[in-house]
Nanobody, 129 residues
């Protein structure tokens, strides 16, 4: 059974940093994608950063590129999103999601919520001005 568990959210002031984590068990990583999404109240869920294991590509949305870093610890089966220089617009519930069996992938596909079968329960990030 695939399980995703996020942790590490919290409250920070603008300009601060947080690292959130996603632990994944029971998942096959071959040609798969793991992606961080976020959702603010009243807004649609949006893909923030994605890793495609087929070729190791990492994708970010423009608003976080240069501030967020998405990486993984294979030994711990953990995926981390390091978020620096946080802004109030970064606030929201952050979810990690996973999908296997992808023969090909690009950012348009990987950052779409409809692609993903497995989701975590989310961790809240709040950035105050």
């Amino acid at each position: 059974q695939v399980q995703l568990v996020e942790s590490g959210g919290g409250s920070v002031q603008a300009g601060g940093s947080l690292r959130i984590s996603c632990g994944i068990t029971g998942f096959i990583y071959s040609r798969s994608a793991v992606t961080w999404f976020r959702q603010a109240p009243g807004k649609e869920r949006e893909g923030v950063a994605s890793i495609y294991t087929g070729d190791g590509s990492t994708y970010y949305i423009d608003s976080v590129r240069g501030r967020f870093t998405f990486d993984r610890d294979n030994a711990k089966q953990a995926w981390y999103l390091q978020m620096n220089n946080l802004k109030p617009d970064d606030s929201g519930m952050y979810y990690c999601a996973a999908r296997s069996g992808l023969r090909t992938a690009g950012p348009g596909l990987l950052l779409s919520p409809s692609l993903y079968r497995y989701w975590g329960q989310g961790t809240q990030v709040t950035v105050s001005s």
